[in-house]
């Protein structure tokens, strides 16, 4: 097990990164701040201690759906990796593990091992465990019980059949092969 407070500093770090966009976040603010720290927690859980990066992770899972509230849109991608950079935190490696998180199959030769975690651990996240990648049950309970979900994947579902209705020829944009 990884020392806690390495853990801690990368929580520490997604909230000074999420401060900004508070008010724009709104009502869903608690839902992501959340979503982001169980896909932090997750990253950890899958990386090699060598690869652990809390900054890297905390960074990459601040910003790899914010495009969702600063676009609007399921389109986010893009507009997520747009913050990224506007807030001069942008880096290759960063870039790749937001644009490839939504990526329904392995990154590959094609990206680096933390893209691929990071990918995993949302995946991990939106599929509520489901999908594990290998993560012990009580592992995903101990994130659940200490980051709840309070609706987040109500909210996912509740846009996307906003999208469906709006969109029905490109109800998912951000999923990737």
């Not at 979503?35 to 201690?49: D, K, M, N």
């Not at 495009?67 to 950079?85: F, I, N, Q």
């Not at 590959?108 to 995946?123: K, N, P, Q, W």
Request: glycine content about 6%; some cysteine; charged content about 25%.
């Amino acid at each position: 097990m990884r020392a806690d407070s390495e853990f801690e500093s990368a929580l520490t770090q997604l909230d000074q990164l999420l401060e900004p966009y508070r008010s724009r976040i709104g009502s869903d603010y608690e839902r992501y701040r959340n979503h982001c720290a169980r896909v932090i927690f997750f990253s950890r859980e899958l990386c090699p201690t060598n690869r652990w990066s809390g900054a890297l992770f905390a960074t990459a899972a601040a910003f790899h759906d914010i495009g969702l509230w600063t676009k609007g849109d399921w389109d986010y991608l893009g507009p997520s990796c747009d913050e990224l950079r506007s807030r001069d935190a942008s880096s290759p490696e960063l870039e790749s593990m937001i644009l490839n998180h939504h990526k329904l199959t392995s990154v590959g030769s094609s990206g680096s091992e933390v893209t691929e975690i990071f990918r995993r651990a949302d995946v991990t996240e939106v599929t509520m465990g489901f999908v594990s990648f290998g993560i012990p049950r009580a592992r995903i309970q101990e994130a659940l019980a200490r980051f709840p979900r309070k609706g987040f994947i109500a909210m996912l579902v509740r846009r996307f059949l906003h999208r469906l209705a709006t969109r029905p020829c490109s109800p998912l944009p951000m999923f990737r092969l």
